[in-house]
């Protein structure tokens, strides 16, 4: 990464005795999109607020281009931030709401005007100059809170879950904005949300956090591909873990094991040695089912797949629109979630409820951790 726009080194927050972050070391990239995902309570809104000026580190480091900011307000700092509820002045005018911080900076009037014209354009507001923030819509709305934030031409724009009130159709038009406006005015954007698709969607790069601390930090892609451990798994999407027991190892990085009582072959970037307890992770879409009538029919049925020897039997189906999941008993009695797209060439569903199946997977797809309770 070259030099970051923001960096956290080892930075702790405390409330009344309480650890609300710990350890936070994080760096910002010039012109990056990054989001901050995770529950409430997570911290991610401390960080948020630390970065923004609006609280102080208990210890630790806060850089901006290269420069402490401990004790700089938050009026002094090249960072600026939309709040969930955008705290709009509902009795000013648009132009007015953008130009409060022009204002208060002693900017003169042509600068002002020439600088609110140049925010409304970009997001999408010209000719709106003179309503009332109560006569636009909750998408105008976030877009001038936006426009407010930008005119001063900050070096990061803070996000605080800005789109949290908005509608779903709404929420997604104004995702594609957002990543839209981050292109355009090429600075670095920093997202809380709680939403894994929000965050997936626009970010180059996802932190996942849980009780103060940095569980992973990666691409959308490598978050949801490679989680660290099951918490960011299950955080982030569907997942099915299933448990196993390393037996031997057969190859660089390759190893067999039970897994819910089928002798299968595992893929593991992780150290795991024989007799070690271990998750498989498989997302709903990896697993590849059949009938097991068809597999005894054909044995070169699932001759591509890395292994197919997880037996069960359908309890449900489940519509999703383009396609459906088809709940699945293994013979141990494990349940696990399969997502199945509809055949082309027929109107019937490929499973029903009751039908013996089989479960593979290719090979590479899985992910090994080590055990946890």
């Known amino acids: 990464m070259d030099k970051p726009v923001i960096e956290l080194i080892e930075v702790n927050k405390q409330y009344n005795g309480e650890q609300a972050l710990s350890d936070i070391s994080l760096r910002v990239a010039d012109g990056e999109f990054l989001s901050l995902l995770g529950p409430s309570g997570c911290g991610k809104t401390t960080l948020l607020r630390l970065i923004g000026g609006f609280e102080s580190c208990t210890s ?25 509820n955008y705290a709009l002045f509902p009795h000013m005018s648009v132009f007015d709401n953008v130009a409060f911080g022009l204002r208060m900076a002693r900017k003169a009037q042509d600068e002002i005007n020439g600088l609110v014209a140049q925010a409304l354009k970009r997001v999408q507001l010209t000719g709106r100059e003179r309503r009332r923030p109560s006569e636009l819509s ?13 005119v001063n031409q900050p070096r990061v724009l803070l996000l605080d879950e800005p789109l949290s009130a908005l509608d779903h159709r709404l929420r997604k038009q104004m995702q594609r904005e957002l990543k839209r406006l981050q292109r355009t005015l090429n600075i670095s954007f920093i997202l809380v949300t709680h939403d894994q698709d929000e965050a997936f969607a626009m970010s180059d790069r996802v ?24 918490y960011v798994a299950d955080f982030v999407g569907d997942i099915n873990v299933l448990d196993g027991v390393i037996e031997q190892q057969s190859g660089p990085q390759t190893f067999a094991a039970m897994v819910e009582g089928a002798q299968v072959s595992l893929r593991s970037k992780r150290n795991v040695t024989p007799g070690q307890r271990v998750h498989v992770l498989l997302r709903p879409e990896d697993f590849r089912l059949e009938l097991e009538q068809d597999v005894a029919k054909s044995r070169d049925l699932f001759a591509s797949f890395h292994q ?41 569903l490929s499973f029903k409820p009751g039908d013996k199946v089989i479960l593979g997977w290719y090979e590479g797809w899985e992910v090994v951790l080590p055990y946890e309770k």
Do not use: C, W
């Open 60 to 84: 630790g480091t806060l850089l901006l281009d290269g420069m402490p900011v401990e004790g700089i307000p938050p009026e002094k700092r090249a960072v600026n931030t939309v709040f969930q």
């Open 207 to 230: 932190v996942v956090m849980q009780g103060g601390h940095i569980e992973q930090i990666g691409t959308p892609m490598e978050i949801y591909e490679e989680p660290v451990n099951l």
């Open 308 to 348: 197919a020897k997880l037996k069960g039997t359908v309890q449900r189906l489940y519509y999703q629109g383009a396609t459906y999941d088809v709940e699945v008993t293994l013979e141990d009695g494990k349940t696990v979630q399969v997502t199945e797209f509809f055949d082309e060439d027929s109107e019937d």
């Open 138 to 150: 909750g998408g105008q709305q976030q877009r001038v809170a936006i426009a407010r934030a930008i």
